[in-house]
């Protein structure tokens, strides 16, 4: 990387031979710099970049871009440090009897601590038997939990760091939101863009089952980034929130390590979400277990969904919005195809009869042969999208053409 002369930039604008250059921010805004590489690091400046996401994060506030140099890579894991060396606990709003939990950490000595723990029933709490000063990954057997809350709070919806309460990891279910594991986008308004192309972009690998990252704040963009599951049955790579409106996620590129090693979901949408964009992104993974690529858990608002490019393995739908209707969703000019031979199915909107919005130009292609590749009802707009299931033959109109 180089330096600058200028490593704030110029305030008012500059002009170069005439032509005014629009600055990267406004003149509040501030530009942090993140480089795992770099020979200094510390405070986020060009020349001393930090060395984490999560640490550029941190120092961040509204309308603040975070720029990461290429060639940076991080792991995304479950990280909690607790005020004190005591016992943790799981507990769940419904049964989780039938799934273990691997609870992994280190003791008060700094000494390594791992323990397996059946799950409880509903509204149960079960307790590990040695205590833990830090906890660096929890592995749920079944993958079927969802994310895991780490932080202190004042409800029961975290972690308990007194001394006369057992910690308590709790794992929400059924769409519920808290915090964020893997790297936490709070702060409203961040820009975090990545530096560099093909193998230099830089890349985010997920080492801990529930290590999304998760957007909790607003108008948050994503770009040109590159996230990798490194474990078996990582839950997800993105986890919006309902607050993560207006969330721009551009040209960015998801990888499984393999078959076995591979995200179960790609992006997970909470129900209400609007304003969402996903565009120009690279969806590229193993034939593994994954349901679905892109998955809405209910309403939706004004979201666009275009000129990406899938070829993954999907049991239950590559774009799934199924749950509930969009409101003027708009999906167009991808290229989807999902190697699946149970599913079928590549783009799913919900039928019930209030969902709108637009689907054209999309190239969907499965070889499941009794099933078709596109659930658009006549809620919505379709023109030019094009289905086959079968390889080295073109795709057919789906729905088919109107007769005016």
């Given at each position: 990387?180089y330096?600058s002369?200028?490593p704030?930039?110029?305030s008012d604008?500059v002009?170069?031979l005439?032509?005014?250059?629009?600055?990267l921010v406004?003149?509040?805004?501030?530009v942090?710099?993140?480089d795992?590489?770099?020979?200094?690091?510390?405070?986020?400046?060009y020349?001393r970049?930090?060395?984490t996401?999560?640490?550029?994060?941190a120092a961040a506030?509204?309308g603040?871009?975070i720029m990461i140099?290429?060639?940076?890579t991080?792991?995304l894991t479950v990280?909690?440090?607790?005020?004190t060396?005591?016992?943790?606990?799981?507990?769940?709003d419904q049964?989780?009897?039938?799934?273990?939990?691997?609870?992994t950490?280190?003791?008060?000595?700094?000494?390594?601590v791992?323990?397996?723990?059946?799950?409880?029933?509903?509204?149960?709490?079960?307790?590990?038997?040695q205590?833990?000063k830090?906890?660096?990954?929890?592995?749920?057997?079944?993958?079927t939990?969802?994310?895991i809350?780490i932080g202190?709070?004042?409800?029961?919806?975290?972690i308990?760091?007194t001394?006369?309460?057992?910690s308590?990891?709790?794992?929400p279910?059924?769409?519920?939101y808290v915090?964020a594991?893997?790297?936490n986008v709070?702060t409203?308004?961040?820009?975090i863009?990545?530096?560099?192309e093909?193998?230099?972009?830089?890349t985010?690998?997920?080492t801990?089952?529930?290590?999304?990252?998760?957007i909790?704040?607003?108008n948050t963009?994503?770009q040109?980034?590159?996230?990798?599951?490194?474990?078996?049955?990582?839950a997800?790579a993105?986890?919006l929130?309902?607050a993560?409106?207006?969330?721009?996620?551009r040209n960015?590129?998801?990888?499984?390590s393999?078959a076995a090693l591979?995200?179960l979901q790609?992006?997970?949408?909470?129900t209400?979400?609007?304003d969402l964009?996903i565009?120009?992104c690279?969806?590229?993974?193993?034939a593994g277990g994954?349901?679905e690529s892109?998955?809405?858990?209910?309403?939706s608002?004004y979201?666009?969904i275009?000129?990406?490019?899938?070829?993954v393995?999907?049991s239950?739908?590559?774009?799934?919005?199924?749950?509930d209707?969009?409101?003027d969703i708009?999906?167009?000019g991808?290229?989807?195809?999902?190697?699946d031979t149970?599913a079928?199915l590549v783009?799913?909107?919900?039928?019930?009869?209030?969902?709108?919005g637009l689907?054209?130009?999309?190239?969907?292609l499965?070889?499941?042969?009794?099933?078709?590749?596109?659930?658009?009802?006549?809620d919505y707009?379709?023109?030019e999208?094009?289905?086959s299931?079968?390889?080295?033959?073109s795709?057919?109109?789906e729905?088919?053409?109107?007769?005016?």
């Open positions: 990387m330096s002369n200028y704030e930039g110029f604008g002009s170069i005439n032509m005014p250059i629009q600055p406004g003149p509040v805004e501030k942090l710099w993140v795992v590489n770099a020979a200094k690091g510390g405070d986020g400046t020349v970049p930090y060395a996401v999560a640490a550029a994060i506030k509204t603040d871009t140099a290429a060639g940076h991080e792991n990280v909690a440090t607790l005020a060396e005591c016992v943790v606990g799981i507990t769940s049964n989780d009897s039938g799934d273990t939990f691997t609870i950490g280190t003791n008060g000595r700094g000494q390594p791992s323990e397996a723990r059946v799950g409880p029933a509903s509204s149960g709490t079960v307790y590990t038997t205590k833990f830090t906890v660096t990954s929890v592995y749920v057997g079944s993958a939990s969802g994310n809350t202190t709070v004042a409800d029961p919806d975290g308990c760091t001394a006369a309460t057992p308590t990891l709790y794992i279910m059924n769409g519920a915090t594991v893997g790297f709070s409203a308004g961040l820009t863009k990545g530096m560099g093909n193998q230099r972009i830089p985010f690998t997920t801990a089952q529930l290590s999304a990252v998760m909790t704040a607003a963009t994503l040109n980034l590159k996230f990798v599951s490194n474990i078996t049955d990582c997800n993105i986890d929130s309902a993560a409106d207006g969330t721009v996620i960015c590129v998801f990888r499984d393999s591979d995200f790609h992006i997970d949408i909470a209400t979400v609007t964009i565009e120009g690279d969806f590229t993974t193993a994954m349901t892109v998955d809405f858990a209910g309403t608002s979201c666009i275009r000129n990406n490019f899938w070829h393995d999907c239950a739908g590559v774009i799934d919005h199924l749950a209707d969009p409101l708009a999906i167009y991808n290229r989807i195809i999902n190697i149970g079928g783009l799913g909107l919900d039928s019930s009869g209030d969902g709108t689907v054209y130009d999309n190239y969907c499965s070889p499941k042969t009794d099933a078709e590749p596109i659930a658009v009802t006549a707009y379709t023109s999208n094009y289905a299931n079968t390889i080295n033959v795709g057919v109109l729905p088919g053409a109107d007769t005016i």
